[in-house]
């Protein structure tokens, strides 16, 4: 190609993206303004005007799928080799300015940003506990009338989060003074941390598949969940998020010390990263010259993991019923979803506990199974990415006691690491699907569609529908490949 010839080509690929991320923007306005316009109709006292709700909801799952379709677009540029210089610049801005805008709005598909606020708010009373006291108790005082203007709802129970986070609510709320203050302060440290993940996938490619490193950071900076449940939403799976990230890039750089305290402080934000820890232990078992090396930073990591544990709870720590709010959160529920469907049929023979414990219990052997399976076939740093990823989406698609829009965020960013074939559609499926059912805990609360309806919907649109996609994925790999799947 001559100079001339590349010069088009570059000036073309930049004209595209800017109108691509002008789009989007304008999008992303729309998607708030509907989002917006639903949460705020029928809100307390409010009769509910139906058919403007309804009108709202077409323009948002309008608006939602013109917006993934500018997403993959922009992920096909990238993959034909087009984005250069002044695009590839334009490709890398867009999604921050995006993230900015968002960070000013108000969370209107979800309340439990405002909760977080109200957890730190009972954390700095002396009498009050945020694992023990309800985030509902502070719904009289004049804090709570604040987050009522916002649309919050005295609905949550305890913090079922790890302390770490719990301490990052008390610091948020003790500094800002007001609940407002304090939403955008947590919101800010959310962003914060989505753009510290992409700076961390960004790494990672560059190092382990240089030839995906713009792609693979651009299918999760563009992805509409991530920045929708981050930016506007402000869910605290973005630090959970990094740390993992974070934790994977020291894998890399051969350093399972600070690895393991990476993994341990996403602990400490969500429990879920726990179980890539089997994944990243046989993997730097194969990797690591040195056992006595290795084992020595593996326990010196563990040790410091552990410190860190203590002294983050032990403001909090009230005994076991410390953790009460995490057993909760994991009791299956009665649902389409696998964890769902076992549930129901244990429930013909035993008590609702007993169907409850054996259904943990069952799915917890077959996911120990499968992760532990999965981490033996681990063969090099991307083998260990893809583990992860599959790990993370077989947790989020069966063994998960329930499904919220934002589960898909933590499969997706480590998809992001893995950007080619069955894992790119995989991460455009799930994303879609996570954004189409986001609107229906919306419907139902205004009564417009009944709580079978809601469950239902979500499940199959944000559960089956992924998982069958996923399934027929590989089946369709094994078939043309003649031969297991190997990664």
Known sequence: MDPTEARSVARSGALRVAVIGASSGALYLVVYLTQRGMFLNGLGEAPVDRTRLLFEAGVYYGATVLLFALYVWVLLLCRRGLLHDRARTLALLFPVLFNLGLLFGNPHQSIDALTYVAHGYLGNLPDANPYITAAASV????????????????????????????????????????????????????????????????????????????????????????????????????????????????????????????????????????????????????????????????????????????????????????????????????????????????????????????????????????????????????????????????????????????YAAFPLALLALAPRGIFLFAAVVISLCSRLVAPVSVLLTRGVISVETAVISKMAIGVTLPLATVALLYLWRWRRRGMPVKE
Not at 217 to 241: K, Q, R
Not at 253 to 277: C, D, H, T
Not at 359 to 381: K, M, P, Q
Request: proline residues 6%; hydrophobic residues 55%; neutral net charge.
């Open 139 to 406: 719904e009289d005082t004049d804090f709570g009338r604040q987050l009522a203007s916002f649309g919050w709802l005295p609905v949550h129970g305890p913090s079922p989060y790890g302390p770490l986070w719990t301490h990052i609510e008390v610091v948020a709320s003790a500094i800002s003074g007001s609940a407002s203050a304090a939403l955008l302060t947590v919101k800010a440290l959310v962003v914060a941390a989505s753009m510290g993940s992409a700076a961390l996938i960004w790494k990672i490619l560059g190092r382990v598949r240089p030839e995906d490193q713009l792609l693979g950071t651009l299918v999760y900076l563009w992805n509409p969940v991530i920045v929708v449940e981050f930016a506007a939403e402000g869910h605290n799976d973005a630090l959970m998020v990094l740390c993992v990230l974070l934790s994977l890039a020291l894998t890399v750089s051969a350093r399972p010390a600070m690895s393991i305290v990476a993994l341990m402080l996403g602990v400490l934000v969500k429990y879920l990263p726990l179980m890539l820890l089997p994944a990243q232990a046989i993997y730097l078992w194969r990797t690591e010259r040195s056992r006595s090396r290795l084992l020595g930073g593996l326990f010196l990591g563990l040790v410091i993991g552990l410190v860190l544990t203590v002294a983050l709870y032990s403001p909090f720590w009230a005994g076991l019923r410390t953790l009460d709010a995490v057993r909760f959160q994991g009791q299956p529920a009665i649902s389409p979803s696998p964890s769902g469907l076992l549930y129901s049929y244990l429930l013909r023979s035993f008590s609702p506990d007993e169907a409850a414990r054996f259904a943990l219990l069952i799915l917890g052997v077959l996911f120990v199974e499968f992760v532990l399976i999965l981490s033996w076939r681990i063969r090099g740093f991307n083998g260990l990415l893809q583990a992860c990823a599959g790990i993370a989406l077989a947790y989020v698609l069966v063994a998960s006691a329930e499904y919220w829009p934002w």
